[in-house]
């Protein structure tokens, strides 16, 4: 088991290196507003309240990080 797993951790690394850049290249809001979705799995409000913008601005943030990712990865 252990040797299994360590023969994993340098892919492992390298992923989370690659998903990290993706992040960074986002503009910083589009990145909080992704994060606090997806770590935080907080709804469209509350994202909104922390980050002082629109639900709507929430919303089009979230689409445009998800379509960065998506691309980014086709």
Same mark, same amino acid.
């Given at each position: 088991?252990? %040797? @299994?797993?360590?023969?994993?951790?340098?892919? @492992?690394?390298q992923a989370l290196l690659e998903v990290d850049a993706l992040l960074r290249a986002l503009p910083?809001?589009?990145?909080? @507003?992704? +994060?606090l979705a997806q770590l935080?799995? +907080?709804p469209y409000a509350e994202i909104a309240r922390r +980050? %002082?913008?629109?639900?709507?601005t929430v919303s089009n943030y979230l689409t445009r990080a998800m379509e960065h990712c998506c691309l980014a990865l086709a």
């Open positions: 088991y252990r %040797g @299994a797993l360590s023969n994993h951790l340098p892919m @492992a690394q910083t809001k589009v990145r909080q @507003a992704f +994060l935080e799995e +907080l +980050l %002082g913008i629109s639900h709507r």
